[in-house]
């Protein structure tokens, strides 16, 4: 499934573990669930956007610290900002996106309890192994054309 947000900042994402211990993140209370799952973000009329990751409370009643990664390419993970009960993402301009095309601003995000060290996986591969979860994002400033869907191998 594709999420399609327009013109939004911040764009304001929840977090949570399902009932089997995996963790999921949502947007308007709607899971982001399987690996084809997109996020689709346009810029046209504002002139930037950030994303952001609250942190939530377990049902073990124990507030959990949300920790997320931009995945750069080549699979190296930079860390976002922590800020209040949040992780915070770049801000990303319509000036740093192609014109009729779009960025890729894939993330990872992990979670921990409070008073338990924050995770730091340098890469992809380390992050997901954690227990990560990849979210797919891709950014554009118009709505000139569509964007192409991702294409992964299956292997």
């Not at 304001?12 to 690996?35: M, P, Q, S, W």
């Not at 964007?147 to 292997?155: D, L, M, N, V």
Request: hydrophobic residues 45%; charged residues 20%.
């Amino acid at each position: 499934m594709s999420k399609h947000i327009k013109n939004v900042n911040p764009v304001l994402f929840d977090a949570r573990y399902t009932k089997v211990g995996v963790l999921e993140i949502l947007y308007e209370n709607v899971a982001l669930t399987v690996a084809d799952d997109e996020v689709f973000l346009l810029i046209e009329k504002i002139t930037a956007t950030q994303m952001k990751i609250a942190d939530f409370m377990h049902t073990d009643k124990v507030l959990h610290n949300v920790h997320a990664f931009s995945v750069l390419p080549g699979g190296d993970l930079s860390v976002w900002t922590r800020i209040g009960k949040a992780s915070d993402s770049p801000i990303y301009t319509q000036s740093q996106i192609p014109n009729d095309d779009f960025i890729v601003a894939d993330f990872i995000a992990l979670a921990v309890a409070v008073g338990t060290p924050a995770p730091r996986p340098t890469t992809q591969a380390q992050g997901q192994a954690q227990g990560g979860r990849l979210i797919r994002v891709k950014i554009r400033k118009d709505d000139v054309r569509p964007i192409a869907p991702f294409h992964r191998s299956r292997s």
